[in-house]
């Protein structure tokens, strides 16, 4: 009964550094997301993808490139991280066809740049 | 675009004792999804309760109930017997519905942090 399962929970890069984020879902949901969480501020969009193959910018997408590897796999990528890009980022699912439409969210990564 | 706004950053309530955190959202749509998610120290984000706006019944959850005020762009969020595991950040969301090329991603607020105290 995994959900949505995130890698890593924890990193610390060197500006400059790049990364992925890691996401993978095991509930056969068409729609993926990427969220990120700083303080006094909630949850902001940061990409999602509707379906396998298909990606869109979310609210905050500056910074970022994502990948919809198949229908269960959605990673993000920071080319070249900053110290704004420090922050706690969520990756979720959801089926947006279904009745009880909710979103399921990892664990979540903590990244700090430094 | 939609807008949400939970005006309390920090609250806090006895145990046994009834809360309610508040939440305000803005949209021109007419039907929609509100949510209410709890994040407590682990960090995962856990759905509480779900309203949708056709729905006129307010939605419950055990001792989570939400006060729908579809007029009033309102919903609030009411725990009854606060227990010592409720202590969390509390987020209010919006969710427009998929036809009409949503995105069908969440529109979150800003949180609210409640302590439960002994």
């Known amino acids: 009964n995994a959900g949505v399962t995130q890698t890593p929970k924890f990193q610390v890069l060197k500006t400059g550094q790049s990364m992925t984020l890691q996401c993978a879902q095991d509930?056969?949901?068409?729609?993926m997301y990427w969220y990120r969480q700083d303080p006094g501020m909630g949850l902001r969009l940061i990409y999602y993808?509707?379906?396998?193959?298909?990606?869109d910018k979310g609210e905050v997408p500056n910074g970022y490139n994502v990948s919809r590897l198949n229908k269960r796999e959605f990673s993000l990528r920071l080319e070249s991280a900053a110290p704004s890009q420090t922050s706690v980022y969520f990756c979720?699912?959801?089926?947006?066809?279904?009745?009880?439409?909710?979103?399921?969210f990892g664990q979540g990564t903590r990244l700090t740049v430094v | 675009a939609q807008t949400v706004t939970q005006s309390q950053p920090e609250m806090s309530v006895q145990e046994a004792e009834t809360v309610t955190l508040s939440c305000t959202y803005d949209t021109s749509e007419s039907n929609y999804y509100l949510f209410w998610y709890k994040q407590p120290p682990s960090r995962q984000m856990i759905l509480v309760i779900r309203?949708?706006?056709?729905?006129?019944q307010n939605a419950t959850e055990n001792r989570f109930s939400v006060n729908f005020q579809k007029a009033a762009k309102s919903f609030s969020l009411k725990i009854s017997d606060s227990q010592l595991g409720d202590t969390a950040m509390y987020f209010c969301?919006?969710?427009?519905?998929?036809?009409?090329?949503?995105?069908?991603?969440?529109?979150f607020g800003k949180g609210t942090k409640l302590s439960v105290k002994p």
């Open positions: 969301a919006f969710m427009k519905p998929i036809y009409g090329g949503s995105q069908g991603n969440l529109i």
């Open positions: 509930m056969n949901h068409n729609s």
């Open positions: 979720a699912s959801s089926d947006r066809t279904g009745p009880n439409t909710e979103a399921f």
């Open positions: 309203q949708e706006a056709y729905k006129q």
């Open positions: 993808s509707a379906s396998e193959g298909t990606t």
